[in-house]
């Protein structure tokens, strides 16, 4: 059957097709402006609801706030409970607060079900309400008072704004207050919201339909001839896979022929003609390639933007012990294959080297081989083809085992067994990844497609190397997946939707300030990057999970190091911090306790780590007062301790504040005999009784100011010099190492 025979024959059912055609493009285009009105009205339903209740939260809040002195005293068994309702009444019955005009006000009752407080209806206060039902026969007051010892929440009920009105949809917050055994809440009433929700159905369901009805006039009258055109041409192309021969007897239907469409057959003829002497000329480079790859150890990998798929040669199964597929691969691996250790450093790589920093991507990591059932060492090797914009568009490389490596790195991979690294875990700086940044005039889909064919999380935006912004992956695609997203946003800079107020700390900032920082963001936020800068200028980002993670290694650390008297961190913790110092500016404070052991003996072991908790005590306190990565503290064990500060104006308010706090405080230990003649009585080693003063603390200060040490070791025997001078001095006092004075 000729192209001819083939048009003619299905001319005849061209009217039916179109008719199926444009009935299912009808009801898919129902069908998805259904879906859409229905996820649309939801959400502005739910965020209608949410700011309500956010609003009703914050009333209770401020209500429980002005009440809190109250509920204090009623705990502390300053006041009775009685007269604590009673306080708490007063207060309540001074609060309002107006929703749309209408006045709403907080309400209080006991956990017996009594009102104390209902300002619309004062008539309920003293009454028992626990038998309150609303229109459909829910208990109000039963399910309130539940709500509240649970812990605090919303319930929804029917009730009439006026007495003998229709029942209206009311939703109260409430929480416990176990203190005086009563419930604190309030509500408003939400029916506004069902009547906003109904009339924006109404009005997107008639333009919605309006829209359709005149997409669909307007396609049919101007579309209909290129419909049959394109109805033609499928056909031809189709004969044409199946038969390549018969494009010299394509012919065109009557009512086409024209010089165009001449053009359009000449075309087509030349355009087969050149694939088939291209198909022949890629067989042969392929087969050349796949010679190439087998005759070498190397795995020979490429990956492409447009597909996001990596090919490898055929012994990638000898390399990881089966032949993957390549979707949405890692460039040259799939991530799981690599060790869990290796795989930020093989980020950290592939990070710089598409910032511009190395001719060559190179990497060297461990790679699971699932047959062998354990990890080989493997060098990896590349190089991408980047667009005028820096993204990677096309990546080839090579992968080859390091089987000398291997050997002589040959430790079993056990996790329970990785020793965790104090070195690596004190500061941003430490754990900080560097991830891709765009200038602010970057365009939207450049960094799609950057945040795309890298699954990174998210980039910042900098000006001069400052970060002014920070994109989410998901944040961006939410955005561009709206209706008009994408033809508004992508041909724009990256600056008019980046968040402009990201999370940006500091790298010498602490995990834990860190941590608290990110926890006060608001909730849409919570999970975002958190940029990282070091003199202003970007270093790179973390995300929560992973300074969570670096933050729970390192509590795991400090609870196994930690003194068990104090819980100040140990001898393993303070070495590190030592060694650390050197590098910087510091004063390293030796405390030690005189006359401890007398004391020890004499009031006996229990009373001993009293002493040794005051001491830490004080020096927690005094540490509340300076910025926290300012100062260090530590238990070397037994009666002495080490504070290192970072700012050396500090030195003399802190060992005055602590000889002051001491001296203030350790007679409280003492019983009074022995603080009126100001001396304890004590066997010493001989057996024979000795007169022991009053415990007393002597610090040794020993900085760099003046000089210099090549280790920490140094700095402990300068301090172990000065404490002997300190300790031949009666009372407290300190010695530092600036001419070995005495203070």
Not at 163 to 188: A, H, N, R
Not at 236 to 263: C, H, I, R, W, Y
Not at 632 to 639: A, K, S, V
Request: hydrophobic share 40%; proline share 3%.
């Amino acid at each position: 059957m000729n192209t001819i025979e083939l048009f003619n024959r299905k001319t005849p059912g061209w009217s039916v097709s179109i008719l199926r055609r444009t009935v299912g493009a009808v009801l898919v285009m129902l069908v998805g402006f259904g879906l859409a009105v229905s996820i649309y009205v939801h959400n502005f339903s739910e965020d209608i609801y949410s700011a309500r209740k956010e609003g009703l939260e914050a009333i209770i809040s401020l209500a429980y706030n002005s009440i809190n002195p109250v509920l204090e005293d009623a705990k502390n068994g300053k006041i009775t409970i009685g007269d604590a309702r009673i306080n708490a009444t007063e207060i309540i019955n001074q609060l309002v607060y107006y929703n749309q005009n209408v006045a709403n006000y907080v309400f209080l009752a006991t956990y017996e079900g009594y009102v104390l407080v209902e300002q619309p209806s004062p008539e309920t206060v003293g009454t028992y309400q626990m038998q309150r039902k609303d229109a459909y026969g829910n208990q109000i007051t039963k399910l309130l008072l539940e709500k509240a010892k649970a812990g605090g929440g919303f319930v929804e009920y029917y009730e009439p704004k006026l007495s003998g009105g229709k029942p209206q949809k009311k939703i109260s917050y409430v929480i416990g207050l176990p203190e005086i055994k009563c419930y604190l809440g309030t509500g408003i009433y939400v029916d506004d919201i069902d009547e906003s929700i109904d009339q924006l159905k109404q009005k997107l369901l008639c333009l919605g339909l309006i829209i359709i009805l005149a997409v669909l006039t307007l396609q049919y009258y101007f579309l209909r001839p290129l419909l049959r055109y394109q109805y033609w041409l499928s056909d031809v192309f189709k004969n044409l896979s199946e038969n390549p021969a018969t494009v010299n007897s394509v012919q065109m239907p009557s009512g086409f022929n024209n010089a165009d469409t001449d053009q359009l057959l000449t075309n087509l003829r030349l355009m087969l003609l050149n694939f088939n002497n291209h198909q022949q000329s890629t067989e042969k480079s392929v087969e050349k390639f796949r010679q190439i790859a087998y005759a070498t150890n190397d795995v020979i990998w490429e990956w492409n933007s447009e597909s996001r798929k990596t090919e490898w040669a055929g012994n990638i199964k000898e390399l990881i012990g089966y032949e993957p597929s390549g979707f949405e691969a890692h460039f040259e691996v799939f991530e799981e294959w690599i060790y869990q250790d290796d795989r930020k450093n093989r980020r950290q790589v592939l990070a710089s080297y598409f910032s511009g920093i190395g001719e060559f991507y190179t990497a060297k990591y461990r790679l699971y081989n699932i047959s062998e059932k354990k990890y080989n060492w493997v060098l990896a090797k590349g190089i991408a083809t980047f667009d005028k914009n820096k993204i990677p568009i096309r990546f080839v490389g090579s992968i080859i085992v390091l089987p000398e490596f291997s050997r002589s790195n040959n430790l079993e991979i056990k996790e329970e067994h990785v020793r965790f690294e104090l070195s690596s875990y004190q500061n941003m700086r430490d754990i900080v990844h560097l991830t891709p940044s765009f200038d602010t005039d970057a365009l939207v889909i450049d960094v799609k497609k950057r945040l795309d064919s890298e699954l990174w999380q998210g980039i910042a935006v900098v000006e001069n190397n400052k970060p002014v912004g920070l994109v989410m992956r998901d944040a961006l695609n939410f955005q561009l997946s709206s209706q008009y997203g994408a033809s508004l946003y992508y041909g724009r800079p990256i600056r008019i939707i980046m968040d402009d107020q990201p999370l940006i700390v500091d790298s010498g900032c602490s995990l834990e300030q860190v941590a608290e920082l990110a926890r006060n963001r608001a909730q849409a936020k919570q999970y975002d990057l958190i940029i990282v800068i070091d003199n202003g200028e970007y270093q790179g980002t973390i995300s929560v999970m992973d300074l969570l993670s670096s933050i729970t290694d390192l509590r795991i650390m400090l609870a196994t190091n930690a003194n068990p008297l104090t819980r100040l961190p140990g001898n393993l913790i303070i070495e590190e911090k030592l060694k650390q110092a050197l590098k910087q500016d510091f004063a390293a404070l030796y405390i030690d306790l005189d006359n401890f052991k007398a004391f020890n003996d004499k009031y006996g072991f229990e009373m001993g780590d009293r002493a040794l908790q005051l001491t830490a005590s004080i020096l927690k306190e005094i540490v509340a007062d300076y910025d926290e990565k300012d100062v260090f503290l530590g238990h070397i064990g037994g009666d002495d301790f080490l504070v290192l500060l970072y700012n050396l104006g500090h030195v003399m308010e802190w060992v005055e504040r602590i000889i002051a706090e001491f001296d203030a405080r350790i007679s409280g230990l003492y019983s009074q005999e022995d603080l009126e003649r100001e001396y304890i009585m004590v066997r010493d080693r001989r057996g024979e009784i000795q007169k022991f003063p009053i415990m007393g603390i002597s610090i040794a200060v020993v900085d760099n100011e003046n000089h210099q040490f090549t280790n920490y070791l140094e700095v402990s025997e300068v301090a172990a010099q000065l404490k002997k001078k300190a300790k031949m001095i009666d009372g407290s006092t300190w010695v530092n190492n600036r001419r070995g004075s005495v203070i």
